[in-house]
């Protein structure tokens, strides 16, 4: 059982930023490749970016100029900067493990408001 704890969302005006972090209780956590998705209130679950493993990384087209993944292998924690924060990027944010069945975890929430 692989546990993803996320940490750092919270209220942010437009224009903001925030860094969010997941930490992942698997010790070889180096070798799998990890993503950050999110759901907007009414919306679908969609990918805002993946890390591979070797630190290759693939971002939604929407928010690749803004948001920046990455990963610290020593202290299993995978992390999204996210910069120039709009309105509509709103929504509960998911770490994500491909791993077997799949991990996700328990979500924060990210509120982009004036």
């Known amino acids: 059982q692989v546990q993803l704890v996320e940490s750092g969302g919270g209220l942010v005006q437009p224009g903001g930023s925030l860094r969010l972090s997941c930490e992942a209780s698997l010790s070889i956590f180096g070798i799998y490749t990890m993503g950050w998705y999110r759901q907007a209130p009414g919306k679908q679950r969609e990918l805002v970016a993946t890390?591979?493993?070797?630190?290759?990384?693939n971002y939604a087209e929407s928010m690749k100029e803004r948001f920046t993944i990455s990963r610290d292998n020593f202290k299993n924690t995978v992390y999204l900067q996210m910069n120039s924060l709009k309105p509509e990027d709103t929504a509960v944010y998911y770490c994500?493990?491909?791993?077997?069945?799949?991990?996700w975890g328990q979500g924060t929430q990210v509120t982009v408001s004036s």
């Open positions: 994500y493990m491909p791993l077997g069945p799949g991990y």
């Open positions: 890390i591979g493993s070797g630190g290759n990384t």
